[in-house]
T-cell receptor
């Protein structure tokens, strides 16, 4: 079985401050890890993914995430948050066999105040 | 390239009816996945298709079914609708399976009365 935990339902930060959205996962073997963002009444937009190689992954809109195998974590970070980053963020994991599906966390609502 | 398109965008049905939702993937993508999103249950996986074959299936009752055509377009059907089927249904396409990035459509919002 595989699963994803996003321990914070909500994250509130001031514009210009660093933003971190936490994610831990459980999967057999090495994972594929993804971050998506969802704006109201929209589908999910892909931000970044970890497949292999460098543990620090850079993605769209200035976001990055660090894969930590020992802590089974894949936290999303942005050095300086913008008001427009306010949205719902999903972490997702998939095992490396084609038998695995893509499993999503419950989501974290990010609010960036001006 | 055009993104993933889903039709219809909004749908209102009554209990007991059936509904068919359609998804057109990004050109060249051979895999299509379907998800149900609700405030209470979050994002739940329904099925995944690759080259017209169902590769994975989520834990949904048999009232939920799907298929994929030779042009990679996909449809999902829900029969005997229940109030709890009200949700946003999201389709995603990818080049292949496993580590390939899934790109999502805007969704179909289904309301069952």
């Amino acid at each position: 079985a595989q699963s994803v935990a996003q321990p914070e339902d909500q994250v509130n930060v001031a514009e210009g401050n660093p933003l971190t959205v936490k994610c831990t996962y459980s999967v057999s073997g090495n994972p594929y890890l993804f971050w998506y963002v969802q704006y109201p009444n929209r589908g999910l937009q892909f931000l970044l993914k970890y497949i292999t190689g460098d543990n620090l992954v850079k993605g769209s809109y200035g976001f990055e995430a660090e894969f930590n195998k020992s802590q089974t974590s894949f936290h999303l970070k942005k050095p300086s948050a913008l008001v427009s980053d306010s949205a719902l963020y999903f972490c997702a994991v998939r095992g490396r066999s084609n038998d695995y599906k893509l499993s999503f966390g419950a989501g974290t609502t990010v609010t960036v105040r001006a | 390239k055009a993104g993933v398109t889903q039709t219809p965008r909004y749908l209102i049905k009554t209990r007991g009816q059936q509904v068919t939702l359609s998804c057109s993937p990004i050109s060249g993508h051979r895999s299509v996945s379907w998800y149900q999103q609700t405030p209470g249950q979050g994002l739940q996986f329904l099925f995944e298709y690759f080259s017209e074959t169902q590769r994975n299936k989520g834990n949904f009752p048999g009232r939920f079914s799907g298929r994929q055509f030779s042009n990679s377009r996909s449809e999902m059907n829900v029969s005997t609708l229940e109030l709890g089927d009200s949700a946003l249904y999201l389709c995603a396409s990818s080049l292949g399976l496993s580590g390939e990035t899934q790109y999502f459509g805007p969704g179909t919002r289904l309301l069952v009365l």
